[in-house]
């Protein structure tokens, strides 16, 4: 069965600071995997994808790595900013239904 | 401005009564998803439709219906045999046929049975 787990599920930080997201799955044949960030009561909004191919990826204060032979990835925050305070969803889409399996998130809040 | 719009974004629902949420789109896209969100779970499929007129199940379709009748729009109807309704439901829709295409998510529409 298709799996993606994240850690931590919760994480508190000072602003300024950097932090990192955990991302592990077990979704095969691999497709592709985004990360998107959901504020509170809001829909998803991706920030990055990475394909098999490509082992880093940057999005402004946003860098995701892709370890495909682990099935690892993650998403450091650098110089983190109260605006940050969200949900971090990793999503993974496989090559044969092309379906979209979820991890449950990080919940991640910045504080001053 | 293009998107994807849900209503209402707050609905309540009394016990047995069926409700029906909104989802259109003008992104012309042709695939449409619904998922629901609990607290501290991932987004679990419901239906999903890839071109007018045509629907398939998810991993947990029991309770719902929905309907693609024109392409612009997805509709979700909980019904009265959904025994656990409250929950938090997004749409999404995205460019079928192509691996690395984005899903664009609505702000999603929050449901509570009283």
């Known amino acids: 069965k298709n799996q993606v787990e994240q850690s931590p599920q919760s994480l508190i930080i000072l602003e300024g600071k950097n932090c990192t997201l955990q991302?592990?799955?077990?979704?095969?044949?691999?497709?592709?995997l985004r990360w998107y960030k959901q504020d509170t009561g809001r829909g998803p909004v991706s920030l990055t994808i990475?394909?098999?191919?490509?082992n880093t990826k940057s999005n402004g204060r946003y860098t995701a790595t892709l370890d495909a032979d682990t099935k690892q990835s993650s998403l450091h925050i650098t110089a983190s900013q109260l605006s940050d305070s969200a949900s971090y969803i990793c999503v993974v889409r496989d090559t044969g239904r092309r379906a979209l399996t979820f991890g449950s998130g990080t919940r991640l809040q910045v504080q001053p | 401005d293009g998107g994807i719009t849900q209503s209402p974004k707050y609905l309540f629902r009394k016990e047995g009564q069926n409700v029906t949420l909104s989802c259109e789109q003008n992104?012309?896209?042709?695939?449409m998803y619904w998922y629901r969100q609990d607290p501290g779970q991932g987004l679990r499929l419901i239906y999903y439709s890839q071109i007018v007129n045509d629907f398939q199940k998810g991993d947990i379709a029991e309770g719902y219906s929905v309907s693609r009748e024109k392409k612009e729009s997805f509709p979700l109807t909980v019904t009265s045999a959904q025994k656990n309704p409250t929950a938090f439901y997004l749409c999404a829709s995205s460019i079928e046929g192509q691996g690395n295409t984005e899903a664009f998510f609505g702000q999603g529409t929050r449901l509570t049975v009283v």
């Open positions: 992104l012309n896209h042709d695939a």
């Open positions: 991302c592990n799955y077990t979704v095969s044949p691999f497709s592709n």
């Open positions: 990475m394909t098999f191919s490509e």
